[in-house]
């Protein structure tokens, strides 16, 4: 489990689901947890701030699409809403600007409302807040 760990940040849920893998009693599920927190193998903010930077910088997600993800591995809301200061409002607002370039300019044999609206459709299946979009369009 320790490698696990050490491979890439995992959160709780990663790590247990992995230890369901290997049917180990629930007092040694304990202990291996117990042990991966204090050594600091398994720190669920360390988790959380380098999955945001990830989806973000690499994959271009925006905050909803990362936080519905985050969900699903089950770290807190709280934790995932703190936590977001790892992405820079500038940098945001700048990859909103050149996807929707980029996915508009693609568009072709659109008018002109066609093309703006599937643009903003496909920035929020990207994850991507309808308000942010709009201020940056307007």
């Known amino acids: 489990m320790v490698n696990y760990c050490v491979y890439q940040d995992r959160c709780h849920y990663e790590v247990e689901q992995k230890m ?7 007092e040694a599920k304990e202990e291996i947890m117990l042990y991966l927190l204090q050594e600091n193998y398994l720190n669920e903010e360390r988790f959380t701030r380098s999955y945001i930077r990830g989806k973000f910088y690499i994959k271009h997600w925006g ?3 990362i936080k519905i993800h985050l969900k699903q591995k089950q770290v807190p809301e709280k934790l995932i809403n703190v936590c977001f200061d790892e992405i820079d409002e500038n940098d945001y607002k700048k990859t909103i600007r050149k996807i929707y370039e980029d996915y508009y300019s693609k568009q072709k044999g659109l008018k002109e409302y066609q093309r703006k609206s599937k643009t903003i459709k496909y920035l929020m299946s990207r994850g991507f807040e309808y308000e942010k979009i709009n201020d940056i369009f307007e």
């Open 20 to 26: 369901k893998e290997f049917l180990l009693i629930d």
């Open 63 to 65: 905050k909803t699409k």
